[in-house]
């Protein structure tokens, strides 16, 4: 089709991703891996051609001869929002300042108060959009910078990318300065956008600025060390190379010094020290006092306490006998669930009680406020009070 057809809504572009959300997951993950073919792509869409058909007129995927892959603008999306894209877009950020520029140069020259105030919303946009881009690239960079430096096989490429990534940064950096600039500058904008909301995005901006600052001064520094190690890493490898030449030639002691570079070389004081345990033998200690007496003073000296086995004592009749403890807990449900089948008020019933063990009056007094705080929306408190022991405690009834 030479013209596309497009979604006419959000709810059905996401219900269409929905659907198809087996295919699309299966053709991202693979998507530097292979070509999608059309035949495997129409089984993960359950067989129905038709359902990949409408992904390929929507725009959603482009087929390419018998062979289907997802569209660079839905690519580029699925790889920001799951950040995992490699690419870094400086033009982007490029991109945001020159529309700036041009947003603020129409509100400065706009006399209709609503569409001023439409320029000026761009604006405020358009400046969170270009601080949030600044530290996603940063992010990125730093991420692309050790994946390529550990990942890439190629000493000549891994170089090559990180200088590439070098520049990048570099650009980056220009891209803030100028953004910073066109802020400084404007001031008419500023001054006529009198707006707090304006001034508290331009604060935020600048923030991100100053850390996206300090994350490039350390990629930076990180990206000149690791070219640094190529190039040692690189150096090295030339030598065991010309090494293992001569010596498949058997040339190498006589072109070079090896053997007397090993010769001077003593790599022992490298190696762990050697520990060997000494295990002395049972009869030993036994029949030797001085050995039993040395390894007492061992013992104390370090601190060691005595840890012998002895033999215990028998067991007498009275150990022998069942004993019983009873303990002064009280099982309050229990204790609650008897006083609603009585008629006393709680203090009351907590006095006649059959506890099965002596209680205080203070474990009555515990008792009885536990019992009030577990059930407050069951107690009905009647407002008068009694006296016992010279304590005094609200009458209160079961509801």
Known sequence: MDVLTHFRSIEELTKTLSREQKLLSEMFEKRKLMKFPWGLAVDLAGGNETRVRKLVDYGVLVETGNTVEIESDY????????????????????????TLKENIGYFLQETNPNRKAGYQDNVRQLLKKSGFRT???????????DNTYKQEPNYAIKKKKLQNLDEKSHSIRAM???????????HAFFI????????????????????????LMEIDRQIISYINQIDRQNQLYKKIRKLKYLQDQLLIKTDTNLVQV??????????????????????????NEQFAKLLRRIAERNGIEKTTRTEAEPLTDDDLQEHTLRLKEVDSAEVWNAFLASSYDLFGFILRYDYKAKRTIEDYAALFC??????????????????????????????
Request: glycine share 2%; with cysteine; hydrophobic share 35%.
């Open 75 to 98: 690519l580029n999306f699925f790889e920001e929002v799951l950040n995992v894209n490699e690419e870094i877009s400086v033009l982007s950020v490029q991109e945001c300042i020159n």
């Open 135 to 145: 530290l996603k690239n940063v992010v990125d960079l730093k991420r692309n910078m």
């Open 176 to 186: 803030i300065r100028e953004c910073e600039k066109l802020m400084d500058k404007e």
């Open 192 to 215: 006529m956008a009198n707006d707090p909301h304006m001034a508290k995005t331009c604060s935020d901006v600048r923030h991100d600025f100053v850390e996206a600052y300090h994350a």
């Open 262 to 287: 090993l010769g001077e070389r003593n790599p022992l004081w490298m190696e762990p020290r050697q520990y060997s345990k000494i295990r002395l033998s049972i009869e030993m200690l036994r029949e």
């Open 370 to 399: 536990q019992l009030i705080i577990l059930h407050p929306d069951e107690c009905r408190i009647t407002g008068k009070y009694e006296i016992y022991q010279d304590i005094e405690y609200p009458i209160i009834y079961a509801k």
